[in-house]
């Protein structure tokens, strides 16, 4: 064999090898790198993980597979902890319901855009946090009257019970604006597809999830001015200073691997929504 010849054989293997590669990396399926285990871990045992059933591009069950950027940081994580795909139970975690099963451990650990505050500290640990999301308004396509909270005067808004977003509604708003709060974001977002309430307000990245959905894309949009920031963190139960090391360790590494910016992408990168810098866990 020419020498030529030989080069050009072993670049087509080269490049053929990259593509594999490439592919096996984007492909679907969660994080494609691998997790070492973080100080403290030993491989085995099972965890129940508390997520978001019903949030597209976050916590989603579809018949008996989970998908998510939630999903797929909570996969990493409990890897990084020695607990394989296969060892985790995944439990519906309602807004309302998140301390409650965290306090009777009902889950190990929670994974459902759960903001930080002070208040919600008196009740659960955190590890985090694993992104900055900012509340923002999805609403019909063909409404362009409404900029912000502040057109809404007079008009009727959704959200779901026990999260920060019906909060600060509540907070800054009353009287003002007409709150109806149900028990999952999927009622809110067909009540406005269904033009029965003028807006829905959550997190950016929530309402980015459900704009990407095929039935939604071209009737409802993102308003894209966030007015408030929420830090997700894990929730863990009260008094679990170990579990919030090793779990903040995960996410170290969960960031610093590209596994973070990878899954959203995946999840939510075709709504069009801005990936932002990572945060810093455990800050």
Excluded at 71 to 82: I, M, P, S
Excluded at 91 to 110: H, I, T, W
Excluded at 159 to 178: D, H, M, P, W
Excluded at 234 to 258: E, F, H, R, W
Aim: with cysteine; charged share 20%; glycine share 12%.
């Amino acid at each position: 064999m020419h020498a030529n010849v030989h080069r050009t054989v072993v670049t087509a293997a080269v490049a053929g090898l990259t593509v594999t590669l490439l592919a096996a990396c984007s492909s679907g399926g969660g994080p494609a790198a691998e997790p070492s285990l973080v100080p403290g871990a030993s491989s085995g045992g099972t965890l129940k993980i508390g997520i978001s059933f019903d949030e597209p591009g976050l916590g989603l069950k579809s018949g008996d597979g989970y998908a998510g950027f939630d999903v797929d940081t909570a996969t990493y994580v409990a890897k990084a902890l020695g607990v394989p795909a296969g060892g985790i139970t995944w439990v519906e975690a309602q807004p309302a319901d998140r301390e409650k099963l965290l306090a009777d451990g009902s889950v190990d650990l929670v994974f459902a855009t759960y903001s930080i505050t002070e208040e919600r500290r008196q009740q659960v640990d955190f590890a985090g946090p694993y992104f900055v999301a900012h509340q923002d308004l999805l609403v019909r396509r063909n409404d362009e009257d409404i900029t912000g909270p502040d057109t809404l005067n007079g008009r009727s808004l959704c959200s779901v019970t026990g999260t920060t977003s019906a909060q600060l509604v509540k907070e800054r708003y009353r009287g003002k604006i007409s709150l109806q709060e149900l028990p999952r974001y999927s009622d809110c977002v067909t009540k406005l597809a269904d033009g029965e309430v003028d807006a829905v307000t959550t997190d950016d990245l929530i309402l980015a999830g459900y704009a990407a959905q095929k039935q939604y894309k071209g009737v409802l949009r993102l308003v894209g001015r966030g007015f408030s920031d929420e830090l997700y963190g894990v929730g863990v139960k009260k008094g679990s200073p170990d579990m919030v090391t090793k779990v903040n360790a995960a996410l170290k590494q969960y960031i610093a691997d590209g596994s973070w910016e990878r899954s959203l992408k995946k999840e939510v990168g075709p709504s069009g929504y801005a990936i932002p810098n990572p945060p810093s866990p455990g800050v």
